[in-house]
């Protein structure tokens, strides 16, 4: 799993690098990513971001999971990240 933190947001990318979390910068040019970290505290913050980042024509972005950052904390971004992870139906009820 990849995450890409928009830039301006070190405090939450330098979090989640400590947690072992396969962090890249915002402004890399790696686009490839399964989550993408931004902070918007307008309603349109969500399509901003991905009209400015480009993610609207991407293949690479498919199936991407955003978080607004905005008055979260990092622990909560945390466990939005680890509640949106895959994990097997069957494994998760106890039949395995």
């Known amino acids: 799993m990849v995450i890409l ?3 301006g947001l070190d405090n939450i990318e330098n979090y989640l690098i400590g947690r072992g979390y396969k962090v890249i ?3 890399t040019t790696t686009k ?5 970290i931004y902070s918007s505290s307008a309603y349109k913050g969500l399509y901003n971001e991905i009209f400015s ?3 609207h024509n991407s293949i690479e972005t498919n199936n991407v999971l955003m978080i607004n950052a905005n008055n979260k904390s990092y622990a909560e971004v945390e466990d939005i990240i680890n509640s949106r992870k895959y994990s ?3 494994e998760s009820e106890g039949f395995f």
């Open 53 to 55: 980042n480009n993610m």
């Open 88 to 90: 097997s139906l069957f």
């Open 32 to 36: 490839t990513h399964d989550i993408y």
């Open 5 to 7: 933190v928009q830039d």
């Open 25 to 27: 910068h915002g402004n």
